[in-house]
């Protein structure tokens, strides 16, 4: 036995409550443990605790038996200077997001250098070649450049690959990996589930692998345990856990993550105490009122073009960001936007909004185009077309109240103080937040609240269109069913168009009439979302369908 863990649990200073309470679980060398459940529920603290990584306020109790040559030690009564030979050495962990968890400062082949000049005692010409080698092992394109790049220079998916280069780069015998493929694109989920599969069979490395959902999960994991609010909630063979699971919040878990065959006009999704709220009647098919009326929005032949700037006395390129785009968006549909990141999927909502500038094409709202609207015409366009952004925490003002980010719209069109209060609370309301959310600032609610209060505010001003950029993709799968049945709720009681835009095929399955399919800024595919999945004309539709990762592979 490798890794063995006894009554694992974890309280703060001045709180009773425990944080993770009583876990025992057990790990043999070459085997992986899918570690699931929804944020707070302890996965990470629990990786954490085994590395020594805990907050100095945080009061840990049970034990850790690890098998280290041949002799067990436990990891939580090892000394400060112990644990930092552990990490690293032994111990090895991948990220969620290796912008931050890299250096921004150094390049990425230096800092894989010192994991094996500190650890293995290796001079700098000899880390060097092995960085090398370990670059090439992790199938990084041009592993010269990406060792002389910094962070901000790769990729998302080519960053994640040095993370795990200096995850193994001193051959541990235990690799944690949190959240590793949360942000990353389908395809390039599955290309990196693929390598840790890959390097722990030909290394023989133990994996702890952390992720809120199951579908990931069960792509990589021998066996599954499931966390909910810091305790074990159920544990066993990855296809009895998928297939037949025991509890009722695994079975929840399990449902709430839409697929590509859901048809409910609602999602199922778990209360804050576990149980499981069963979703209502089925999704009624889109049907334009009539295809000859004028779509809302009419876009023909946009190219996007950004100016990219080169080292002194290089001269500046271009980057071309979208190319020849057409599409259209009709009054009660949703239009799903789907590619991997760079695709421009982003690109043409900012440009429907005018946020960035199109280099030629048109962009036409009710028959007119939008570059040439002023006065009245300009304000009532801005006004109907609202955008929610990816990232609630970042898109709303840390230092004004709920009440303050939604008067603002509302100040525009003219509210006496009665009328705007009302307002606001009908608009908590609509959310489904209570009224006392009005005196609280964004950092006192979760994820999805937040991302419920961009959504008032994206109502406020009783928009025609709403613009979705992966607003869901940040959040706990539970949370994100919640969430987008809102969204299917507010669309049928207002009135409401979409255009809604994530790398989630299955979310984008579920929530669109349309799906249009983007690749290097340009539209590979258009049609009837289940069209589109069941017979995807397009090689790329083909294979990024293929890459969803699916539940039904471990059944």
């Not at 703060?12 to 992986?32: A, M, R, Y």
């Not at 309301?429 to 419920?452: I, T």
């Amino acid at each position: 036995m490798l890794l063995s863990i006894k009554n694992l649990s974890i309280s703060f200073q001045n709180s009773p409550n425990f944080v993770v309470e009583k876990l025992c679980f057990q790990l043999e060398s070459g085997e992986c443990l899918g570690i699931v459940g929804e944020s707070g529920s302890g996965k990470s603290l629990t990786a954490l605790s085994l590395l020594g990584l805990l907050p100095n306020h945080a009061k840990l109790e049970g034990e850790s038996h690890f098998k280290l040559n041949e002799i067990e030690i436990d990891l939580f009564r090892l000394s400060s200077s112990q644990q930092r030979e552990i990490r690293g050495r032994q111990i090895g962990i991948i990220f969620q997001e290796p912008m931050t968890a890299l250096n921004p400062s150094m390049k990425c082949g230096k800092q894989a250098d010192e994991m094996m000049v500190e650890h293995l005692n290796l001079n700098k010409k000899v880390a060097k070649e092995k960085t090398l080698e370990l670059f090439r092992e992790v199938q990084l394109d041009n592993p010269e450049k990406a060792y002389q790049s910094y962070p901000h220079q790769l990729s998302g998916g080519q960053r994640q690959r040095v993370m795990i280069a200096m995850a193994v780069s001193c051959s541990p015998s235990l690799l944690i990996a949190d959240e590793p493929t949360t942000a990353l694109d389908v395809t390039v989920q599955k290309a990196i589930l693929n390598l840790i599969k890959r390097l722990q069979k030909s290394r023989n490395i133990a994996v702890i692998f952390i992720s809120h959902d199951l579908g990931v999960i069960s792509e990589i994991a021998d066996k599954i345990m499931v966390m909910h609010k810091g305790k074990m909630v159920e544990t066993g063979d990855t296809h009895q856990i998928i297939s037949n699971p025991n509890a009722e919040y695994t079975k929840g878990l399990l449902a709430c993550k839409p697929s590509i065959t859901t048809t409910s006009a609602r999602l199922p999704f778990l209360t804050e105490d576990g149980s499981l709220i069963l979703p209502g009647k089925e999704k009624a098919h889109y049907q334009k009122e009539n295809p000859a009326n004028n779509p809302i929005i009419t876009v023909k032949n946009l190219c996007v073009t950004y100016e990219v700037k080169q080292p002194l006395f290089s001269p500046n390129t271009n980057y071309h960001a979208l190319r020849n785009i057409d599409l259209a968006i009709y009054k009660g549909e949703t239009l799903g936007l789907v590619g991997e990141s760079g695709s421009g999927k982003t690109t043409i909502g900012r440009a429907i909004t005018m946020l960035v500038k199109t280099r030629q094409g048109e962009i036409t709202y009710h028959g007119k185009n939008v570059t040439s609207l002023r006065g009245i015409d300009y304000r009532m366009f801005r006004k109907n077309i609202q955008l929610v952004f990816q990232d609630p925490f970042s898109s709303l003002n840390p230092k004004h109240t709920v009440r303050d980010i939604l008067a603002e719209p509302l100040r525009l069109i003219g509210n006496n103080r009665g009328e705007l209060n009302n307002k606001i609370f009908q608009l908590l309301n609509d959310v489904n937040l209570p009224k006392s959310s009005a005196n609280k600032y964004p950092h006192e609610f979760s994820g999805g609240q937040r991302q419920r209060i961009s959504l008032a505010r994206a109502l406020a001003l009783n928009p025609e269109l709403i613009i979705c950029d992966e607003s869901v993709s940040a959040l706990d799968v539970s949370v994100q069913a919640a969430i987008l049945n809102l969204l299917n709720q507010l669309k049928e009681e207002k009135g409401l168009t979409y255009l809604f835009i994530s790398h989630d095929l299955s979310v984008v399955k579920y929530m669109s009439d349309r799906i249009v399919v983007l690749q290097h800024g340009e539209v590979k595919e258009v049609g009837e979302s289940a069209e589109i999945y069941q017979h995807p004309q397009s090689p790329y539709t083909q294979m990024l369908i293929a890459s969803i990762p699916g539940i039904q592979n471990s059944l």
